[in-house]
């Protein structure tokens, strides 16, 4: 373990719901639907959430719970039974259909896993119908995904088959560059978890060496360590050397030569650094303060600093999963002050007694720190840009030394001392 400080934090938080995960999952998989069950506001979450994207035959939706739900009055099941029953006759091509659990349909008790089975049995063959929870009481943001993803290892068909899964959402042309690369090391069979298409599941079982591409993954991990997979441990694939250190543990555990390895990362290496460098010069000796959303904060601050010398103040965690982040934390400066939970209030008296260069946090934070003169980066882009693997470290960088680049413009005391 490294020397950092672990710090816990609770009061106020300010940070999105598991909901918000279906914005990405429903792109990822075209075939599946997201039928939220909960209230107007969930509703309008989505709604802002994914901005245009609700025009273009949207794959997700809410049933809204009236009051006469709440009250007691209807039967939820009925009605529930009603929407989906309308919804699969309007959209037929529907392969996958998960009910997501809201605040209010926790609050009240609706039993989604009974709901799901009661409609897998109706709708036999047509479409599988999952549950899991995107509530803001019991789920932060990204959680979201990882509670579709264990909803869906149930359904992993069993094989002992020697393969390599990659899990966690990924772009398709990182996807591939990855699986690209692994099949160069002498892998022969690399799947992805989640998959393309909700219906092409991978299996699972003693022969798979499962890779964590997301950090935020602890129950679907768990999941898939109980059908029987190796969890490689690794830091996660940010930036050149974490990046690295992720396939190398592939290739460890495939026995790849070590010669092959090195044959085959050096050139991207060197390609990466050459295109990493000015951004790094642009961002090192920088001031960074993480606020916690996604989980990512500790690999992105380690790749901040160890390739980008970016100094940091405090790694703000929605949550930490000490077993998970271990080869991360191990990568961390020693002393590095890590906070998990959060008490907003004081979390941004201690961001402005800091004078960060840059902040990193959600979206509700970011314009009114803005205003305050400090430049910010949203965390949510973090989930929708392409940013793993050795060749997507200058993205990466560039993602953060673009609004320093943005603030030097608008500010021209800045600009001056520049
Ligand atoms: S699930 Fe809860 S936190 Fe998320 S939008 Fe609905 S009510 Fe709000």
Known sequence: MSGSTLLKETGPREVFCGLTSIVWL????PDAFFLVVGSRTCAHLIQSAAGVMIFAEPRF?????????????ADAHEELDRVVKNLLKRRPEIRTLFLVGSCPSEVIKIDLSRAAERLNSQFNGQVTVLNYSGSGIETTFTQGEDGALKALVPLLPSSKEEQLLLVGTLANPVEDRLKTIFKRL???KIESFP?????????IGPGTKVLLVQPYLTDTARELKNRGAEILQAPFPLGIDGSRLWIEAAANAFKVNQ??????LSPLILRAKKALKPYAEKLSGKKLFLLPESQLEIPLARFLNNECGMELI????????????????????????IVEGQH???????????NPDLVVCGM??????????????????MVFSPIHGIDQASDLAELFARPLHRHNILNPKTLETA
Do not use: C
């Open 61 to 73: 939706g809410t049933a809204i719970l009236e009051e006469r739900d709440l009250a007691g009055l």
């Open 195 to 203: 998959p393309r298409q909700s219906t092409q599941l991978p299996s």
């Open 26 to 29: 429903h792109r990822r998989m």
């Open 186 to 188: 002498g892998i022969q």
């Open 344 to 354: 907003v209030e004081k979390q941004l008296d201690r961001v402005r007694d800091s």
């Open 364 to 381: 509700g934070l970011a314009n009114p720190l803005e205003a305050e003169g400090i430049s910010t980066k949203w965390s949510i882009e």
């Open 314 to 337: 405090e790694v703000g965690v929605p949550y930490l999963n000490r077993e998970m982040m271990q080869s991360e934390l191990e990568l961390l400066p020693d002393s590095t002050r």
């Open 259 to 264: 010669s092959l390895v090195e044959s085959t």
